[in-house]
């Protein structure tokens, strides 16, 4: 994941944070998760998913060094930046991607008015088209971390209630849990609030899966940005209503033009 993704990511998750949490952060990490752990329960998450994945679990130091580096200006220009995300390679790989996934990528955009070349554009940015880097540090952990971490601890408070909320409906297994340094899981990187509010299960196996289902992962980016506004068969470069659409995708205006250009390139233009 891009620096300027996960800057994008957390404010995302402003807007999905549950609130009135207990749990006061920094102190005693321990008390910290105990006091999380009642407030959780309260909220309806079963003392075995808790157990399971709070038990033992303890700060990481790692995660809150690279948080406190993200903060900044970033400053490359969108020429520089599209140049080092719009690869040759990669046009070749989305549009070998666009083919295999033909039928599926079809149905999406029947349901969702998403055209194929937005999602696979995403897609490929993201995570390589699911082949890449999704993040190798476990979602728990990370969160537990952030949530103690007094600088905004409601915010990550919320996403840790939305992991376990993902593990208790049987989405994902704790094994599984694997994400990048703010929590994002899967092919898209969704954020585990973004994962409840927009997660489609679209191969129909009564899960929603954003690790392993290409069908689940296109299909529940779809719905985030219809559900955002997205129309169908208009434009989607900047000034667009589309491209306001995908705001909630990625709040950063250069993101959101490479998106736009790898779609365009994808679509042979």
Same mark, same amino acid.
Not at 87 to 93: D, K, Q
Not at 98 to 110: C, Y
Not at 160 to 168: K, M, N, P, S, Y
């Given at each position: 994941?891009?620096?300027?993704?996960?800057?994008?990511?957390?404010?995302?998750?402003?807007?999905?944070?549950?609130?009135?949490?207990?749990?006061?952060?920094?102190?005693?990490?321990?008390?910290?998760?105990?006091?999380?752990?009642?407030?959780?329960?309260?909220?309806?998450?079963?003392?075995?998913?808790?157990?399971?994945?709070?038990?033992? @679990?303890?700060?990481?130091? $790692?995660? %809150? =060094? !690279? /948080?406190? *580096?993200?903060?900044?200006? &970033?400053?490359?220009?969108?020429?520089?930046?599209?140049?080092?995300?719009?690869?040759?390679?990669?046009?070749?790989?989305?549009?070998?991607?666009?083919?295999?996934?033909?039928?599926?990528?079809?149905?999406?955009?029947?349901?969702?008015?998403?055209?194929?070349?937005?999602?696979?554009?995403?897609?490929?940015?993201?995570?390589?088209?699911?082949?890449?880097?999704?993040?190798?540090?476990? @979602?728990?952990?990370?969160? $537990?971390? %952030? =949530? !103690? /971490?007094? *600088?905004?601890?409601?915010? &990550?408070?919320?996403?840790?209630?939305?992991?376990?909320?993902?593990?208790?409906?049987?989405?994902?297994?704790?094994?599984?849990?694997?994400?990048?340094?703010?929590?994002?899981?899967?092919?898209?990187?969704?954020?585990?609030?973004?994962?409840?509010?927009?997660?489609?299960?679209?191969?129909?196996?009564?899960?929603?899966?954003?690790?392993?289902?290409?069908?689940?992962?296109?299909?529940?980016?779809?719905?985030?940005?219809?559900?955002?506004?997205?129309?169908?068969?208009?434009?989607?470069?900047?000034?667009?209503?589309?491209?306001?659409?995908?705001?909630?995708?990625?709040?950063?205006?250069?993101?959101?033009?490479?998106?736009?250009?790898?779609?365009?390139?994808?679509?042979?233009?």
């Amino acid at each position: 994941m891009t620096v300027i993704r996960l800057l994008a990511a957390l404010l995302l998750s402003i807007s999905f944070a549950p609130s009135a949490f207990a749990a006061r952060c920094g102190g005693n990490f321990q008390n910290f998760i105990a006091d999380f752990s009642r407030d959780a329960a309260a909220k309806g998450i079963s003392q075995d998913v808790l157990s399971a994945a709070l038990g033992g @679990v303890a700060p990481d130091p $790692a995660v %809150l =060094a !690279f /948080d406190r *580096r993200q903060h900044g200006t &970033f400053s490359m220009s969108f020429e520089r930046y599209a140049s080092t995300r719009v690869s040759a390679g990669r046009i070749r790989t989305g549009t070998a991607m666009l083919q295999r996934h033909a039928a599926l990528l079809s149905r999406i955009e029947q349901r969702f008015s998403v055209p194929p070349q937005i999602l696979v554009a995403i897609w490929g940015l993201e995570t390589d088209f699911g082949s890449g880097d999704m993040g190798r540090l476990p @979602v728990i952990r990370t969160l $537990a971390t %952030l =949530a !103690f /971490d007094c *600088r905004r601890s409601e915010l &990550f408070q919320g996403e840790l209630l939305a992991a376990l909320q993902i593990v208790q409906r049987g989405d994902l297994p704790l094994r599984d849990m694997i994400g990048a340094y703010a929590g994002e899981i899967g092919q898209t990187q969704f954020l585990p609030s973004s994962y409840i509010k927009y997660g489609v299960d679209f191969d129909g196996d009564g899960r929603v899966n954003l690790r392993h289902s290409v069908a689940d992962v296109l299909a529940s980016t779809a719905n985030l940005l219809k559900t955002n506004g997205w129309k169908a068969g208009g434009d989607y470069h900047e000034g667009s209503a589309n491209f306001d659409a995908m705001h909630e995708w990625n709040h950063a205006t250069i993101y959101r033009k490479t998106i736009a250009l790898f779609a365009d390139r994808l679509s042979g233009q």
